[in-house]
């Protein structure tokens, strides 16, 4: 019966709500490792289907300045567009400055700079995460490369010059 209402909600677009059913019928039956599988297929299937709408809520959190809600919706992004590198630095920028957990931002933040290697703010965004976080030996290449890609960036400069005093 459950998996009759998970195809009928996957059939009417409802892939959050198909996603539950399998995730409950996946409890009842824990040895059944391809309902498992099915139930976490249809997860990710459903995150993606509501990308869109968290990137859309973490841009209003962003603006509104809660960064809390920006992160967790940031991080949402993240987990279905892995390849995205302006979602991992929306994620690091809300995490630093929610004060949520650096080592975690920094992660995010590095993800968005090797996505995309000349986005001047993903490094300069790594390197203010690795200074906040204590690791300010970290941060002095992230802002070389910051200058190679900006040579008149006044903040990169008297940043990496307070760092290398």
Known sequence: LLMADAAVAEKKGNL???????RIAAAWRPDDQELARKAD???????????????KRARYAERSENWEEAALCWMKVCEVRPDDGAAALGAARALARSGGDLREAALYAKRATELDRKNADAHRELAEIYVAAGMTASAGPSLRTVLRLVPDDPRASEFLAEITR
């Open 16 to 22: 959050a709500g198909a996603a539950e059913v399998l």
């Open 41 to 55: 297929e249809m997860g990710r299937r459903a995150l993606a289907q509501k990308a869109p709408a968290y990137e």
